[in-house]
């Protein structure tokens, strides 16, 4: 499982970020300070750090700058929206850089795309009786390959990785079509129905009136 450090003196925000990862499947500390943020890497390992830039004692260009020579990828979330600000934290080598108000579907897919591009993500997902191999594309229910579309293979992952997470009909139809979307429900319930009776979740993968849908899972 991987490990992932945010450093966020809001502790709403901060909450937030570390419930929706540990939904996601990833061990998240949060802490509210700079200086606290280099204790804990001084004494623990981490695949990857979500960084606020405004932080007491420590901002977190200062704490980037720590944890570049420990090979500790970091994207920073902020309010600091300025183009200035953008190229100064990609400058200094930060993986990515996400502007206050985000979308928690959106956190985790640029926390997934850096975890792959330092082959640090397990190439394996699961929920209930499904196993998803990410890398060869190949769905099993019950050690029984099931055959999905792209779009259906695309939806499971995305609800995988955003379990208990309400999603947006328009959030997912731009994950997974990548286009604006234009308030026409019919492409995605169409293909979320068609997936969930393929790998028996129609009692999993809920819809919430008016919103999109949200996959169940106790923990």
């Known amino acids: 499982m991987n490990k992932i450090l945010v450093v966020e003196d809001e502790e709403p925000i901060l909450n937030l970020v570390r419930i929706s990862l540990k939904e996601a499947g990833y061990d998240c500390i949060g802490t509210t300070t700079g200086k606290e943020a280099i204790d804990l890497v001084d004494h623990d390992h981490f695949d990857l750090a979500i960084l606020d830039i405004m932080l007491p004692e ?38 990515d850089y996400i502007i206050k108000p985000f979308e928690i579907i959106e956190l985790i897919a640029r926390v997934e795309t850096v975890l792959r591009r330092y082959n640090k993500i397990s190439r394996y997902l699961s929920v209930y009786d499904i196993v998803v191999d990410t890398s060869s594309r190949v769905v099993k229910k019950n050690n029984e ?9 695309d939806l499971l992952v995305l609800f995988i990785r955003n ?22 429900s019919r492409t995605v319930d169409l293909h979320v129905q068609r ?25």
């Open 58 to 95: 420590m901002n977190g260009y200062e704490i980037l700058e720590y944890l570049k020579p420990l090979g500790i990828p970091v994207i920073f979330l902020t309010a600091k929206s300025a183009v200035k600000d953008r190229v100064k934290g990609l400058h200094l080598g930060a993986e």
């Open 145 to 153: 390959i099931i055959n999905l579309t792209m779009k259906e293979y």
């Open 163 to 184: 379990k208990n997470i309400a999603l947006f009909r328009d959030s997912i139809y731009e994950n997974i079509w990548h286009e604006s979307y234009l308030g026409d």
């Open 195 to 219: 997936m969930r009776k393929k790998l028996g979740l129609e009692d999993k993968i809920v819809p919430l009136y008016k919103i999109g849908y949200r996959l169940e899972v106790e923990e």
